[in-house]
């Protein structure tokens, strides 16, 4: 059974930074592209950014571009979303997927399978 666990979350102030770690069991996550989704209080689940399995591309919302960097550890079989520069619009429960191949893609339906969200809350 393929599970994705991330960490990393919290309460930080406008300006600053987390990192979130995504950590999967089940599946080795080596060919497979993985993606960041977030989902804030009211609104639709939106794509944050994604890696491809063998991290030659990485796509990003125009809402997160310079700000946010993905980035994956197959090793570990982690991927990872580095957060810097946080506005209070960044504040929602952040998701990991994994896709259901290799490419990064946008479409949240083009992932197999997914975390329980981690919450980031960025306070003004």
């Known amino acids: 059974q393929v599970q994705l666990v991330e960490s990393g979350g919290g309460l930080v102030q406008v300006g600053g930074s987390l990192r979130l770690s995504c950590a999967a069991s089940?599946?080795?996550?080596?060919?497979?592209?993985m993606g960041w989704f977030r989902q804030a209080p009211g609104k639709e689940r939106e794509f944050v950014a994604a890696?491809?399995?063998?991290?030659?591309?990485?796509l990003y919302a125009d809402s997160v571009k310079g700000r946010f960097t993905i980035s994956r550890d197959n090793a570990k079989n982690t991927v990872y979303l580095q957060m810097n520069s946080l506005k209070p619009e960044d504040t929602a429960v952040y998701y990991c997927?994994?896709?259901?191949?290799?490419?990064?893609?946008?479409?949240?339906?083009?992932?197999?399978?997914w975390g329980q969200g981690t919450q980031v809350t960025v306070s003004s």
């Open positions: 997927a994994i896709g259901s191949g290799s490419l990064a893609r946008y479409s949240g339906s083009l992932y197999d399978y």
């Open positions: 089940g599946r080795a996550i080596g060919v497979y592209a």
């Open positions: 890696i491809s399995g063998r991290s030659d591309n990485t």
